[in-house]
C-alpha cells in the first residue's frame, strides 16, 4: 500500500516552488521520489529550493523566471520536460495578493492579479498537458488555490475571482483531460505559515526576519481555525503528493481543503472560553 504513495522516475514542474507553499510541495514531491523543476522569479529562493532536492537524491533543475511573463513560463515548462525526458506532475502554485477595497483598486492592479493568479495557471496547464498528452502516461495537475475560492473576501474580491475561476477550470480540465488519464485537482489553504506572509517577499527565506507576533495576536488568530493553530506549508506538500500519486488514482476535479477547518467554520469563531459562537459576538470581547 505504500508504494502506492510514491513517485520514483515521475517529473514535476512547480511555479512559485523558491519558497513557502511551492517549496514544500517541491520538497514533499522530491521525498516521494520525483524529480522536480523550481520555477521562480527569485533566483536564490530557486537554487536553494533545488539543492533541498537533490539533498533528497532527485535531480532538480532550478529555473528564475515570471508567471506572469507567458514566454519564460512556456519555455520553462519545456525546458523541464527536456531535462526529465518526461513531464507528469503540474503544480500552479505561483500567485499573489494586496489587499484593497475593490473601488480603490487601479486597472493595474486588477490586470496583475489576474495575471499572477489565473493567466499563470492557464498558460502552463496548457503547455504541460500537452507534454503529458504526448508522453501517453497520463499525469496529474494540481492547482493551489485558496479557500477564498469559495466564500466572500472583502478587500480581496479580485484575487477570490481568480481562485473562484481556478476551481471552475480544475473542472473542466478535469472533463477535458480525462481521455488522457490526466487527473486535475485544487487545493485549498487557509491560514498557512510562508515567508511571504511573515513580511519575507523577497531574498533568501530567512526566518530570523520575520515578523513576530504576541501571545494575543497568536491566540486570536488560533481561535479562528477549529483545529487551534496555523497550517505549516509542508500539510499542503502532504496533500500534493497525495493528489499525484497512485493513492488518488480515482480523484479528479475536486477541491480538497487544507485549511484547519476554517471552510466548514464559516463564520464561527472559539471564544476565549472555549464556546464556540458566531463571529459577531467578537463584539462584545469574548
Known amino acids: 500500500m505504500t ?22 510541495i517541491a520538497i514533499r514531491l522530491a521525498e516521494a521520489g520525483a524529480d522536480v523543476a523550481i520555477f521562480d522569479i527569485i533566483p536564490e529562493r530557486a537554487e536553494e529550493a533545488a539543492e533541498r532536492v537533490r539533498d533528497l537524491g532527485r535531480r532538480a533543475l532550478p529555473i528564475t523566471g515570471d508567471v506572469m511573463d507567458a514566454g519564460a513560463l512556456n519555455a520553462g515548462i519545456e525546458d523541464a520536460a527536456k531535462s526529465f525526458d518526461r513531464l507528469d506532475i503540474l503544480v500552479n502554485n505561483a500567485g499573489g495578493v494586496a489587499a484593497r477595497p475593490f473601488l480603490d483598486q487601479s486597472e493595474r492592479s486588477i490586470r496583475k492579479h489576474v495575471d499572477i493568479n489565473l493567466m499563470s495557471m492557464l498558460i502552463a496547464t496548457q503547455a504541460a498537458a500537452s507534454y503529458m498528452v504526448e508522453g501517453g502516461r497520463g499525469g496529474s495537475i494540481i492547482n493551489v488555490a485558496s479557500i477564498e475560492a469559495v466564500r466572500a473576501a472583502p478587500n480581496f474580491a479580485v484575487y477570490a475571482a481568480c481562485k473562484a475561476g481556478m476551481l471552475s477550470f480544475t473542472k473542466s480540465m478535469a472533463v477535458e483531460l480525462s481521455a488522457h488519464q490526466i487527473r486535475v485537482n485544487c487545493i485549498a489553504p487557509d491560514h498557512t505559515i510562508t515567508p511571504g506572509n511573515q513580511g519575507n517577499r523577497a531574498g533568501p527565506v530567512d526566518a530570523a526576519t520575520w515578523i513576530q507576533h504576541s501571545d494575543e495576536q497568536v491566540d486570536a488568530m488560533n481561535r479562528l481555525i477549529p483545529l487551534g493553530r496555523e497550517g505549516i506549508d509542508l500539510e499542503c506538500g502532504d496533500a ?8 488518488s488514482s480515482y480523484i479528479t476535479g475536486v477541491l480538497l481543503p487544507v485549511d484547519g477547518g476554517t471552510g466548514a467554520s464559516s463564520g464561527w469563531v472559539r471564544g476565549r472560553d472555549g464556546k464556540w459562537t458566531l463571529n459577531e459576538g467578537l463584539s462584545f470581547g469574548i
Not at 504513495?5 to 514535476?12: E, F, H, V, W
Not at 500534493?240 to 493513492?247: D, I, R
Open 3 to 24: 508504494d502506492r504513495i510514491r513517485l520514483d522516475g515521475q517529473a514535476a514542474f512547480v511555479t512559485g516552488a523558491g519558497g513557502g507553499i511551492g517549496r514544500a
Open 240 to 247: 500534493a503528493v497525495f493528489l499525484a500519486s497512485a493513492m
